[in-house]
């Protein structure tokens, strides 16, 4: 009887201390998905700021191209068709 007190004790407080652990071990989970949570989020407006650098970027290559392509071609006077 006083084993089987004395196992019941022992387990209890194994128990214990193994909640305690648990504890703390959740405690550190849920302040690294926070971290992980502010990564994702700076990463996120990052790519949101990049998207929008690259899309003027290209405006800016189709601008100089289509300026380029202007000045290739050959200047036409407009014929003034009243003065005649």
């Known amino acids: 009887m006083w084993k089987t ?26 302040r690294e998905v926070r971290q992980l949570s502010t990564a994702v989020q700076l990463c996120v407006r990052e ?8 899309a003027l970027e290209r405006e800016n290559i189709r601008i100089q191209l289509e300026n380029e392509v202007l000045k290739k071609l050959p200047l036409t006077r407009e014929v003034d068709t009243h003065q005649k």
């Open 5 to 30: 007190i004395v196992e019941l004790a022992k387990s209890l407080f194994n128990f214990g201390r193994t909640l305690q652990q648990n504890k703390s071990d959740i405690k550190e989970l849920q």
């Open 47 to 54: 790519i949101e700021h990049l998207r929008k650098t690259e």
